[in-house]
């Protein structure tokens, strides 16, 4: 019974838990159960044997409890996860939010430069065609000009050769002209006394 007693003992003394979760229990019913028969044990000594017996019978419910103690706190942590999850999320989203505004706030700002800038665009391209419609008429009078310039040129050598030429012949020209001249008044007094003449 002594080594029955002390056996026990160091059995107990691993600590529930652990007795619990061991190969033990089997040994365990069996010692108190074998002590049980020991004539000199007191009432309390029977009580604490009767106890030790069901040791093996809450075990399950000790295992059981201490799965759902595992997954409660699992719950929990799971839980406070994402409770801090939602709070970076929330954070991130109200960044995001404010991100948000001053992207469009500077959109807004971009598109107006954008819209002023096209209208400087319309208005010089607008300006830009009735310019080249200038240029166009400007270069077609060039053009002109130069024809008009390279015809006289062609004719010039001509004209000076022909002004040379009369020149030469502007002494004869002049006597022509004087004896012509006398030539009218010439005729023009010979029949000047028929002036009024009537029969």
Request: charged share 30%; with cysteine; aromatic share 4%.
């Amino acid at each position: 019974m002594t080594e029955a007693r002390k056996k026990l003992v160091n059995l107990l003394c691993i600590g529930f838990p652990a007795l619990f979760t061991s190969d033990k229990l089997t040994e365990v019913t069996t010692l108190s159960l074998e002590l049980q028969n020991e004539p000199n044990l007191s009432d309390r000594e029977l009580s604490m044997l009767k106890l030790i017996q069901e040791i093996p019978l809450a075990s399950s419910d000790f295992l059981e409890a201490k799965r759902v103690a595992k997954e409660a706190e699992k719950f929990f942590a799971d839980l406070e996860a994402k409770l801090t999850r939602v709070s970076t999320l929330r954070n991130d989203y109200n960044a995001s939010k404010q991100e948000i505004a001053l992207l469009e706030v500077e959109d807004i700002s971009t598109s107006s430069a954008i819209q002023e800038i096209d209208e400087k665009i319309a208005i010089l391209q607008s300006r830009r065609a009735a310019l080249a419609k200038v240029a166009n008429r400007t270069n077609k009078k060039i053009a002109e000009a130069k024809s008009k310039q390279r015809m006289v040129m062609d004719h010039l050598p001509k004209i000076v050769d022909e002004i040379r030429e009369a020149n030469s012949q502007s002494s004869e020209w002049k006597l022509k002209k004087q004896k012509s001249a006398e030539k009218e008044v010439e005729i023009l007094t010979k029949f000047a006394p028929l002036k009024g003449f009537s029969i």
